[in-house]
């Protein structure tokens, strides 16, 4: 089976690695190529790969929403988040998004308690409105985005806001939060290495990078403030499975975690 990454850049992406254990645990063959693809070029990098075989892709940052807007179907995660991470390329193009469950299945592995608790993510993207999803759908009674943009911020939480009516949903400047999430893509290769969250800020109890592989700004501060914290490995493990449960058929949700402890030592 053909499968590919799409984004800008792409060099750094473990998710080839991934994807070649996967292929061996699965006993299943499995080609996976990551590609750099710019902002604007998405439509012809689509139909190169959908030409060449492939089966799918995942889709990174900067091109989320872009793919949003290519796809003839969507599902409802998709137009829950509106950001597409996840292509299938069946008689139409049809988007998914994994990075919601993903991040979800990463927070009950860390044992990060939401329900309940306040939320701030920094970012306003595709990556920010899968992790205001995912904190909706577990129970957290606010979720505040803090973005360079504040009118994306904005947007963002009136649309997660008319979905989770048991989460308070806002934007704006960075305000004291039991949980931090990072999704930007600061502390990321081909990025400025630099903390999103203001130096006056109280710290939380828990706080998530879906930044991985390396340690970042953002991750230094809050160990250094004692709050627990947790990269981004799980996450992009967790989507990938999920991924490949889009492009195939489901694994179950026993098989799901087993594989992702294997996969996750492989890419940390």
């Known amino acids: 089976m053909k499968l590919g990454l799409l984004g800008f850049p792409v060099s750094h992406s473990r ?5 070649a254990r996967l292929s061996r645990r699965l006993g299943r063959r499995i080609e996976y190529e990551a590609v750099a693809v710019r902002p604007g070029a998405l439509i012809p990098a689509v139909a190169r790969a959908w030409n060449a075989g492939w089966r799918g892709a995942n889709v990174t940052v900067p091109l989320k929403e872009e793919a949003l807007a290519l796809c003839a179907r969507l599902t409802p995660a998709a137009r829950a988040v509106g950001a597409v991470n996840c292509l299938r390329f069946d008689r139409v193009l049809t988007g998914h998004n994994t990075d919601a469950e993903g991040l979800r ?3 009950r592995r860390a044992g990060v308690g939401v329900r309940g608790k306040s939320a701030l993510v920094f970012g306003a993207g595709g990556a920010a409105r899968a992790a205001g999803w995912a904190l909706g759908m577990e129970g957290a009674k606010s979720v505040r985005f803090s973005a360079r943009t504040e009118a994306r911020g904005k947007t963002a939480a009136r649309e997660l806001g008319k979905l989770f009516s048991g989460t308070r949903f806002a934007a704006g400047g960075a305000v004291r939060a039991d949980i931090w999430i990072n999704a930007t893509p600061l502390g990321m290769k081909g990025f400025p290495d630099r903390d999103p969250a203001p130096k006056r800020l109280p710290p939380p109890s828990a706080a998530i990078d879906l930044v991985y592989g390396r340690r970042t700004a953002f991750q230094r501060r809050c160990a250094a403030q004692n709050a627990s914290v947790t990269d981004g490995a799980a996450m992009l493990v967790f989507q990938a499975l999920r991924a490949w449960e889009f492009w195939n058929k489901p694994l179950g949700a026993g098989r ?6 294997e996969l996750i030592e492989v890419i940390s």
């Not at 799901?256 to 402890?261: G, I, K, Q, T, V």
């Open 15 to 19: 998710s080839p690695r991934l994807f």
């Open 256 to 261: 799901r975690a087993a594989l992702a402890e």
């Open 105 to 107: 299945d990463a927070l």
